[in-house]
């Protein structure tokens, strides 16, 4: 036995990254026809090979994790920090073998439980009783564990009452509780957790995070990812910042946080350099979203402000009515709203426009969020088409405005992320 | 950073025998031991299927017994009373069919079951570990057990047909287990293609049906002319079936020992063929799914 319990060395993970090479209309008819021919040989001879299908596109690499290289003791509690996209989940990924490195080396020594989802496993016809032997296999525990833990697991959740009800009838709340319980239960050597805390309401998250402690402090190995600060330093002895998939830093939680915060993070970056970022989902690349900003020093806007950002994009075949939409998150990832701008863009084939887009007023909450930026024409109301996707961009932050005495006001998350307008009264006459 | 290492010859890997060592394209070596371990998983996966196969449905488990029921009874009616086709030696002709119908249902499903499994269990590829062949193996599994259930027609069947079974239905089991082993390699092979390419959900219905065809499943490989034996049994069905028939019938079909070993040849190269391709891709599984 050593006192190591993960060793990373020099760990990588590739992924690539496809995008068609050439616009319909920049090659001939007949270039189309051989091509296509080409890619269809080509195609059938990496069919009968057995490779993963490649098609008229160039293969662009994006390295999710770049040379990483640490070791976490064993009892330690490890926090992994990092923007989204600088490769945590893609590490937690590796660490639980899901996915393979694409170089380095990887030496782990006991029980990997993840737990990079709540629910995993989850079906929704089973009753919770069986759900939680299946979740319970799924996340590697034996049936005899599953047993042992079974009435602790149903107290934690609080579902005694609808045990044998298929989870399909249980309410979101419910679900979620009974998804964590199973979770909080599992009992491996080394404990890997993705953002999974931030689930359920404010009382039941208090009560996952007093689980979460517990298992800690029994000296077991826990990998943990947050982006919540203040949970992070609270519980990990160590952290690492992971900046664009290499490892920025590692040591003390409060100096990791530090880093994090000074580096920026995107907290001031008003500049999105968005082409060549991978995207989660791929357009009909008709038009193609090459860069964003904000027409400001920094990124934050008042809480009664307009929104406003100028878009550079660049068509790749001609467009009568080009149409912006714009999805706005709060930190959680959760979508507050979207809006839709008019399809009334014309562009030529190979034609790059700055745009701006502005929306009056949305009635923000102060806080931080982030958009998600589509292109493509239709809307919501007549079915849309999508030519290019960008989420997880335009990071702001709204400022809470001034209260009346001169005081910031004061919103509580609890109330949700729009402030409606005021409220309009009207007395109808006094009951005696 | 290998500068560092070097400075700390303490600070090796772990050499605990529990140890794990990834690397780079090579994978844990230790497929085979995990495949044990996570049996429990296995069990469970399957026990899941099981139980969600027939939920919300009226007829749940006897749906087992229809489908072969029923093609049965139609197959009877169009090729022995509309287009004779002769029963083997002696045996009512709907015993002869079952023999085919069971074998080949569980064949077609298992393929197709198998194939859209790890397509649907994405949710569990993309968030756990564990080693992937669980996922076809347990749908087949769930095939098996309809395939055992429907089992009981034989004895329906032989009771209406006061047919008195031979020694021979004691060695069912065998035949079962070929028809396992004969399904498994095609399985394996077509859902790691699957992940990769959904054409394929497009073209197991399609093959499928096309098989039925070259499969003594309505006839009786007696049939089948002399010169055409070898090619017809390269389709390693036709063993199973025959196997089939020669327990069932009691010994009035012939098993054609040459196609019989042909057969067994054929399944031993799909499996060994959908192992090692399954072997091969599923690292990037969860990559590409």
Known sequence: ?432 | MNAELARRPDVGPPQDEDALIIEAGRGSGLYWRDLWRYRELFYVLAWRDLAVRYKQTVLGLAWAILRPLLTVAVFTLIFQRIANLPSEAGAPYALMVLAGVLPWQFFSAALAEASASLVSNSALITKVYFPRLIVPLAAIVVVLVDLLVSLALIVALMAWYRFMPGWQLLTLPFFIAMAFLASLGPALWLSSLNVTYRDFRHAIPFMLQLGLYISPVAFSSSLVPEGWRILYSLNPMVGVIDGFRWAILGGSSAIHWHGFLISWALIAVFLWLGVSRFRRTERHFADII
Not at chain 1, 83 to 101: C, Y
Not at chain 1, 347 to 353: C, N, Q, S
Not at chain 1, 406 to 424: A, K, L
């Open chain 1, 1 to 432: 036995m050593t006192d190591i319990a993960i060793s990373i060395q020099g760990l990588s993970k590739r992924y690539a990254v496809e995008r068609e090479a050439k616009s319909a209309l920049d090659v001939t008819y007949r270039e189309a026809i051989v091509g296509g021919a080409r890619s269809l040989v080509r195609s059938t001879g990496d069919f009968l090979r057995g490779r993963a299908a490649r098609r008229c596109e160039t293969r662009q690499d994006f390295w999710a994790l770049r040379d990483v290289t640490f070791d976490v003791m064993r009892g330690e509690v490890l926090g992994i920090i990092g923007r989204n996209g600088a490769g945590k989940s893609t590490l937690l990924k590796v660490i639980s073998r899901i996915t393979e490195p694409t170089e380095g080396r990887l030496c782990i020594s006991g029980r990997v439980g993840s737990l990079l989802e709540v629910g995993t496993g989850f079906h929704p016809e089973l009753s919770g009783r069986e759900n939680i032997y299946l979740n319970g296999a799924v996340l590697g525990m034996t049936r005899r564990e599953i047993l042992g833990k079974f009435d602790e697991i149903v107290e934690f959740a609080e579902v005694a009452k609808f045990l044998d009800t298929p989870v399909k009838r249980y309410s979101s709340g419910m679900y979620v509780r009974l998804a964590f319980a199973v979770a909080a239960h599992l009992e491996p050597d080394i404990l890997v957790v993705d953002e999974v805390l931030a689930v359920g309401d404010a009382q039941f998250q208090k009560k996952c995070l007093g689980k979460m402690r517990d298992v800690a402090s029994r000296g077991r190995t826990v990998l943990f990812v947050s982006h919540n600060l203040g949970v992070m330093e609270r519980l990990t002895q160590r952290a690492l910042v992971l900046e664009s998939g290499t490892c920025a830093f590692i040591g003390s939680p409060a100096a990791a946080v530090a880093r994090y915060a000074e580096f920026g993070v995107g907290e001031n970056i008003v500049e999105f350099d968005v082409e060549k970022m991978p995207r989660k989902y791929p357009g009909n690349g008709a038009a193609r979203i090459l860069r964003l900003r904000f027409d400001r020093p920094i990124p934050v806007f008042e809480s009664d402000e307009g929104f406003r950002c100028i878009a550079s994009i660049r068509a790749e075949e001609e467009i009568p009515g080009l149409r912006f939409s714009m999805a706005v998150l709060d930190v959680q990832g959760a979508a507050v709203g979207s809006c839709f701008g008019p399809g009334t863009i014309a562009m030529k084939a190979g034609e790059e426009l700055d745009v701006q887009l502005a929306v009056p007023n949305m009635r923000l909450a102060p806080g931080k969020y982030s958009c998600g930026l589509s292109i493509g024409k239709g809307n919501y109301r007549s079915g849309h088409v999508d030519f290019d996707v960008v989420l997880d961009t335009l990071h702001f932050e709204v400022r809470p405005e001034e209260g009346d005495s001169g005081t910031v006001s004061f919103w509580t998350r609890g109330w949700g992320s729009i402030i409606f307008p005021d409220i309009e009264q009207t007395v109808l006459g006094t009951r005696p």
